[in-house]
């Protein structure tokens, strides 16, 4: 369910890229959360979500959490 969530806000985008080297991994992968910063925030006020059990388990909690934390 989760996957499907983040197909749907992100449009498809993966979150993930590979690059040629560590540095260029860890580069595209922050450049690929602050696009879609807006999209991953938008997921967790969603009605689906407030209604999964994803919303009450204690996985679900720590990822919103993490997302939803002002350092991300």
């Given amino acids: ?5 983040l197909e749907k806000f992100t449009k498809g985008k ?4 590979l690059g040629m ?11 690929c ?4 910063k807006a999209s991953l925030f ?5 009605e689906e979500w407030k209604i999964s059990k994803l ?3 204690h996985d679900g909690r720590k990822i919103e959490n993490m997302v939803l934390d002002s350092r991300f």
Wanted: a negative charge; charged letters at 15%.
């Fill in 1 to 5: 369910m989760l996957i499907i969530m």
């Fill in 14 to 17: 993966d979150l993930i890229r």
């Fill in 21 to 31: 080297t560590r540095f260029a991994t860890t580069y595209l992968n922050l450049a």
């Fill in 55 to 57: 919303d009450t388990s």
């Fill in 33 to 36: 959360f602050h696009e879609l």
């Fill in 42 to 46: 938008t997921i967790f006020s969603y």
